[in-house]
């Protein structure tokens, strides 16, 4: 733009005319452009000023004198010559176009100002109005919010699990719900509280100390809420892939809430995630139109920042919680599913992960070392230790109990002839049995068992995110010295670093609860005894003076006590390996004419003691392996095979040889061909004919030689049940060939039965009676 050049100044000499009429200038309207300018910027308002001024000025100019000076402004333009006017003339009036300019302007800043205090009290008056509008609005859709959750939490909820059946895993939609709706009834509760209405100034500040004062029950509530979004996500999607179900749950929601166009769970749901994020949003807006120098300004900034990093807190543990469920899991795959995940990508990425390991391993490159973690990491396997040890002894110990809870003696009648010891001992072992011990093992595997096996399975999640750990650890190191990282470095390094951040923050706590655990379980487990011990010691008191040696001291009581327990369990283990050997005696059975020839064969060459018999059908699935039918004979020639493995064996099956495994052979026992006389069964004196009805093995049935007035009798009927017994009638006469098996035990007899059929009978089924006495008693 150019700059206008200054105006010179040419004097002259003018001769006044006379005073024109009121209102004109004297100057006229070319004349005085100065005065042309003030006077189109004048309104109204200064008419009267500018008559009066008008006045002044022809008053003065009457007593003006002939010669006065004025400045004519020249146009430079023009060039001058002899005839312009080039003389400077002086007016008197100037003062007061001087005067009246001021007052001109003051006037108008004075006006300017006036205006500007008008529009700030609109602007502040509309401001005051939007933040009321922002104030009701955050506190009315508070109001809807919570009524709605309570219509989806209550009405919705108990209609859905009133179908028939109901729809599965519906309660784990609704957790972590209801600490919502509580925290948000409380934030109302507070407000309505100081009974003020929004317009009141002091409900700004009662609304932000109020949700100031629940920042911190808001944060844990809706955090554990929003990470269990995903959940109920998949839930609903589960419900949706039924599609009769899915019907129906949508005709009792839209039924249940029929003011509200819901079609779906997710429509209420959703709300908490929407109305965390909201909080941030409403604030700001008060605090844009509240006035900086409000009394309460100060506090709803605080309460706005609160807000947003109340959600930037929650998004992280979110975030947190997303990777911890990712990595946590533990998938069974079969050899199948991990060929067909494999691709170049995993490939390369696990071939990496193990180059670096390799490395890591010989020195070449360095490890990155963080000893927080690294302590952390080796306190928590030493919990894994402790806890699955002290879980297997306890199952060890549930399972000795059970074993003893299963042998119930009290229920078998014996003949106690009124004894009184043996009828104590058998109340107290029926208490024991029946009221004490069971329920110690409820009452230990309710506080014991249990809690330890869910410590067990939450194990499963830290164990996974720390192995993972180890893979990001070491894909993180390949990258950490790169200026620039590719997008898919990021999200590694991201990864990273975020279950690092994870385990340092959890596994502390972790650490800490699991060990509180185990310090209680074991309290728990010795007070289980405590009161166990008081029980017995209760039981035991109410029969002292029934028992032997109850008056003794208490250490000779202990050391009697001692030596009979010791007694008894020689005796039981006596009885027990007699047992056995009964229970493994031979089996014999009746060979064919071409297993006979085979056997003799065998036992010529190798001899009776290295007979066995096929006891399963052998298929060999393996070089040299032989394949036997059920009750073929072999002779062992080796009870090992070449690489020492005695669990193969080595036998010649009459011409053919190879390995047999050893738990299907079974060592054969030969019937003698011709028995011995047979001898005849004789009662001892004093002793009726008659069976008693309890064996008692102090008074073995006795054996003497051969007399002719007596014969033996079968006194019940007996039925085989193997082809090494033989079946008898009651009153059929036999004749006994051994009174004991090839073991020696007289439990049972060899016997010939009518008809030339030989073999085993129970003893105590036989009776002697004198020769000639009829059978028809039997």
Known sequence: MEVPRRLQSMPFTLALPKPAPRGVSPLGAGENPTKD????????????????????????????????????????????????????????????????????EEMLAEEAKKKLEEEAAAAKERAAQRQLFAVEELVQTERNYLRMLQLCSVTVRNNLQQLQPPPPNLDSMFLY?????????????????????????????????????????????????????????????????????WIEMVKVIKASAPEVNAASLSFFLVMPMQRIARYPLLLQTIQKHTDPSHRAYALLEQTANTSIALNCRINEYKRFKEVADKYKKTEILTIKDKIYRLNTRSIAKKTARLSQQLKHET????????????????????????????????????????????????????DMDGEKEPICYKEITTALRQWILPTFEKRLRTLIYKPLCALRDLLVGPRNLIRKRLDKLLDYEVIEAKPNLSYEEQAVASTYKTMNTLLLNELPQFNSLALQMIWGMLGTFSCLHKDLASDMEQLFQSFAQQLPHSSLHPRAFWEWAESAALEGARRLQTLCRSVEDTLNAPIVQPLSVSSQSRLKQLTDKHGSGKIYQVVATVVGSRD?????????????????????????????AGGRRGYVPSSKLLRYHQPTDEPPPSPQLMLPEGVSGARRHSYTPESPPQLFVRQPCFQVLAAYDFTARGNHEVSMRAGEPVRVLEPHDKRGNREWSLVEAKGGQRGYVPSNYLTILPVGSSSQAF
């Not at 910027?41 to 009457?62: H, I, L, M, W, Y």
């Open 624 to 652: 040299l392996d032989l394949s036997l039918n059920k009750g073929e004979l072999v002779a062992v020639i080796s009870e090992a095979d070449t690489r020492g493995d005695k669990r193969r064996w080595l036998v010649d």
């Open 363 to 414: 020195g070449m490159a360095a490890k990155l070392v963080d000893e927080e973690f690294d302590a952390l990491e080796g306190f928590f396997y030493v919990l894994e230790n402790a806890i699955l040890e002290l879980l297997e002894n306890v199952e060890t110990y549930l399972h000795h109990l059970q074993g003893f809870l299963a042998c119930k003696t009290e229920e078998f009648d014996f």
């Open 37 to 104: 300018k003030l006077t189109e910027k004048k309104d109204d308002a200064t008419q009267e000023k500018r008559n009066a001024a008008e006045e002044k000025f022809s008053s003065d100019e009457v007593s003006l004198k002939a010669d006065v000076t004025v400045f004519v402004e020249a146009d430079p333009s023009q060039p001058s010559d002899s005839s312009t006017v080039r003389t400077m003339s002086r007016l008197p009036s100037q003062d007061s176009f001087s005067e009246e300019s001021l007052i001109s």
């Open 177 to 245: 719900i209801e600490d919502v709706i509580g925290v948000s009834c409380r934030l109302l509760s507070l407000l309505d509280q100081k009974q003020v209405q929004p317009g009141d100034p002091e409900f700004l500040e009662t609304l932000c100390n109020s949700f100031l004062s629940l920042s911190v029950d808001i944060e844990a509530a809706y955090k554990e809420y929003l990470a269990n979004y995903n959940n109920i996500s998949a839930v609903e999607n589960g419900y949706k892939q039924k599609e009769a179900l």
